[in-house]
């Protein structure tokens, strides 16, 4: 079964919720009511239910909705059931905070390869990744990585996309502020810090 | 004139747009269609109209809309247009990005301030900011400082948010994967890049 009508912001939601059902399985829980999520995760009740009836009914009245059963669908719906190996092009400060950072694992992600251009950098190993050059970009083809994370100036980022797109990368992350030009049957997710900054205000109460 | 009933993923799209039309004004654009719009932001075309329709017309057929007034008035609406000055506490590797980062100024923030609890590092210059002991995070009120940014570990994020708090920050941007308690009278927005990542292999055409 295919889930093509599932909308962007219920798919931006999924990351989350499944990010909870972990934290409350890992708990030793069962069973979660819309509401007790919806506490952990900062969502509706409401809108917890109309997301999950996209994809089934996992809940049973006055019980919950059964946390192992939804880890499992929501894992299949997003594809990443099966594990994701991800390449890092940049190991400046925003690279390096990437390769430390420990949030990946529980959606099934590995970054399994990191390159620069600095030859200081090279061979360098930084969280137990070692550093390579980025002309090995092409070999992340055959090596099995199938997303690649763009971390360098904002000038270089286009190059970046389509060497990765060369070496047979599907998904683009970019943390370059700029838009990147790739062709259709590649997916790029920009995140630019700043557009989040920017709704900050927007919320906060006056005085 | 008040805009209560903005939805949050129009309000999410607020910001793109604006730093979409900041770099047509900057190319010497006067005006622009919701087509060409589209192209640079990524977003439909009709779906740009139906947000821009919620806070006024801007619109005039066969001309497009008016770059300027809709600078302003986006600005407007987000509370962007009297600058935002901000805090960052924790100048690690994803500090030091955050006050490389050249991203900010399109929407009028600055990062004012920079705080760790590391005695080597405080006294420094980061990108211009000098880093400051955390204890002095309680001088942010009478600074003038109102955003706080958290790019601490984990473990630290909660007690620094109550500092800020304390100090009078209303609207902190959490970097820590974990959930912040703040009283209601205080906007935090949680950006976790595994998220996004995780996102990612849903779109990923198969093969």
Known sequence: MRYHKIPDETVR????????????????LKNISSHDL????????????KD????G????PGVGY??????????????????HRAALVGVGNLGAALLAYGGFEVFGFEIA???????????????????EDAARIATLGERGI???????????????AEEFVSAGIRGILNFSPVHIDVPKKVKVITIDIAMDLARLPYYMPAG
Chains 1, 2 share one sequence.
């Not at 939601?13 to 030793?28: M, Q």
């Not at 919806?38 to 239910?49: F, G, H, S, Y």
């Not at 999950?52 to 994809?55: D, G, I, N, T």
């Not at 390869?113 to 550093?131: C, S």
Request: charged share 25%; net charge positive; glycine share 12%.
């Open 13 to 28: 939601r999924l990351p989350v919720y499944l990010r909870g059902l972990v934290f409350y399985s890992e708990k030793g």
């Open 38 to 49: 919806a506490k952990l995760v900062a969502v509706n009740p409401w809108q917890i239910r």
């Open 52 to 55: 999950f009836s996209y994809f």
């Open 57 to 60: 009914d996992f809940g049973t």
């Open 66 to 83: 059964d946390i192992h059963k939804l880890i499992k669908e929501i894992s299949r719906i997003l594809k990443l059931d099966g594990g």
């Open 113 to 131: 390869a990191a390159f620069d251009i600095a030859e200081h950098k090279i061979g360098q190993r930084v969280h137990g990744v070692e550093i």
């Open 146 to 160: 199938g997303l690649g994370i763009i971390a360098v100036p904002r000038t270089a980022a286009q190059g970046i």
